[in-house]
């Protein structure tokens, strides 16, 4: 799967503005390294696909759960389309 597409799902990219909005009460250098970080770790799933668990919050074996600063992130493992859907991100306990 090398050269795999990676899509964002409206309701991670909602989720994610929420989460940036929040830590830039805080600091706006945080948030934006934040941002970059988890960019660039996104990135690499490209590479590894299946690098992670199968999702816990989804029954479907095409679903991986990447865990990134507290945060889990849902993604989809779609080989047919070469292509990962990154679908979420929360924190484990709010869900």
Not at 27 to 49: G, Q
């Amino acid at each position: 799967m090398n050269g795999v597409k990676i899509e964002f799902d409206p309701l991670f990219e909602e989720c994610l503005l929420t989460i940036l909005s929040f830590i830039e009460e805080d600091s706006a250098r945080r948030a934006d390294t934040f941002e970059e970080t988890l960019f660039d770790r996104l990135k690499d799933l490209a590479f590894f696909p299946r690098k992670f668990r199968q999702s816990i919050h989804y029954d479907d074996p095409n679903i991986r759960d990447f865990i990134f600063k507290g945060y889990t992130i849902p993604y989809l493992v779609d080989e047919a389309q070469d292509m990962i859907v990154v679908l979420d991100i929360f924190k484990w306990t709010e869900r």
